[in-house]
């Protein structure tokens, strides 16, 4: 849920229109606060491929999932982002049909 909070606030900040230079603050505040909350709770990582690389050379010896585990840590954040689009696209076409 937190990748579709992610996605839905860069299409936001990057849209056409939007206000010039906010989005690398919004795109990083949205990134920080994703990881204070998501780390403690799930140990995740935002970053799908350092969850690979991690998973490959250390895994288990250092406490980390082994690589079974590993497709939720690709699949989560792509299903995120796929309905972060979706939510983006249905509440700006609504904006759009209003106008």
């Known amino acids: 849920m937190l990748t579709a909070v992610f996605l839905y ?4 900040v990057t849209r056409p229109g939007a206000v010039a ?19 403690p709770l799930t140990n995740t990582s935002v970053n799908p491929a350092r969850s ?4 490959a050379f250390v895994g288990e010896s250092a406490g980390y999932m082994p690589l079974h585990q590993l497709w939720l ?17 249905a509440v700006n076409s609504e904006k759009a049909e209003a106008a």
């Open 9 to 12: 606030v860069i299409l936001a």
């Open 21 to 39: 230079g906010w989005a690398p603050l919004a795109i990083g505040a949205t990134l920080a606060l994703i990881h204070m909350i998501s780390i």
């Open 52 to 55: 690979t690389g991690v998973a």
């Open 73 to 89: 840590f690709w699949l989560a954040p792509c299903v995120g982002a796929l309905i972060g689009a979706l939510v983006y696209r």
